[in-house]
């Protein structure tokens, strides 16, 4: 079974804080994402990556930013911390790149971030 | 572009009632489509997914949906519900290097 692993469940940190969420996998899949779920808006990709050191924006990379220093671990950054981004973050990873993907991503449980 | 749209944000049913979770998609491609569920405080887990060939497409727990292409549909059905099938419901449709989500169904089965 594909494993992901995120660092965290609950972080509570303050405004202006850098933060760091950390997500690892086990079954050395390509790609890798960021997501934040929301209440009534469901999930909101930040930024993916297809490689080692390559990223790639979503829909809300806005006070985000990301590090994949290796394979299996993509590491989402809040270069400030505010509080509307307060959320629920998930990383994902699938195996395949390409039109059309094919292949169902595998989720970890999520970390529950809250900044004061 | 592609998107979905989850026509229902909650869906109170009785144990033991049918229930159908709808979902409508846009693509200017061919598409392959995913129902995936969330247990409370946990991530999101797949269901089931369509990717070719037969319309009906069975899932884990006892859920199938259907591809209906002449509508963009992609509704989950479960003849039976469960107390246990309590959960949060998203329908995605792939993009060129990622999935689009919908925003949720909640889904609760009341005793």
């Known amino acids: 079974d594909v494993k992901v692993t995120q660092s965290s469940r609950y972080l509570v940190k303050r405004t202006g804080e850098k933060v760091f969420l950390e997500c690892v996998q086990d079954?050395?899949?390509?790609?890798m994402f960021w997501y934040r779920q929301d209440p009534g808006l469901g999930l909101r990709l930040i930024y993916f990556?297809?490689?080692?050191?390559?990223?790639e924006k979503g829909d809300i990379p806005e006070g985000y930013s990301v590090s994949r220093e290796k394979k299996e671990r993509f590491s989402l950054i809040l270069e400030s911390a505010s509080t509307n981004q307060t959320s629920m973050y998930l990383c994902?990873?699938?195996?395949?790149?390409?039109?059309?993907?094919?292949?169902?991503?595998?989720f970890g449980d999520g970390t529950r971030l809250s900044i004061l | 572009a592609q998107s979905v749209t989850q026509l229902d944000s909650q869906v109170p049913v009785f144990e033991e009632a049918p229930v159908e979770l709808r979902c409508n998609y846009s693509?200017?491609?061919?598409?392959?489509l995913f129902w995936y569920v969330q247990y409370p405080n946990q991530g999101l887990q797949l269901l089931l997914k369509?990717?070719?060939?037969?319309?009906l497409v069975k899932g884990i727990n006892g859920f199938e949906a259907e591809f209906n292409k002449s509508q963009t549909s992609f509704h989950l059905r479960k003849p039976s519900v469960h107390i246990s099938d309590t959960a949060e419901y998203f329908c995605?449709?792939?993009?060129?290097?990622?999935?689009?989500f919908g925003t949720g169904t909640r889904l609760t089965v009341i005793p």
């Open positions: 079954m050395d899949h390509e790609n």
């Open positions: 990556s297809y490689d080692v050191k390559m990223k």
């Open positions: 995605a449709v792939s993009g060129a290097n990622n999935l689009f």
């Open positions: 994902a990873s699938s195996p395949l790149l390409g039109q059309g993907s094919d292949q169902p991503q595998h």
């Open positions: 693509s200017s491609v061919s598409v392959y």
């Open positions: 369509y990717l070719s060939g037969s319309t």
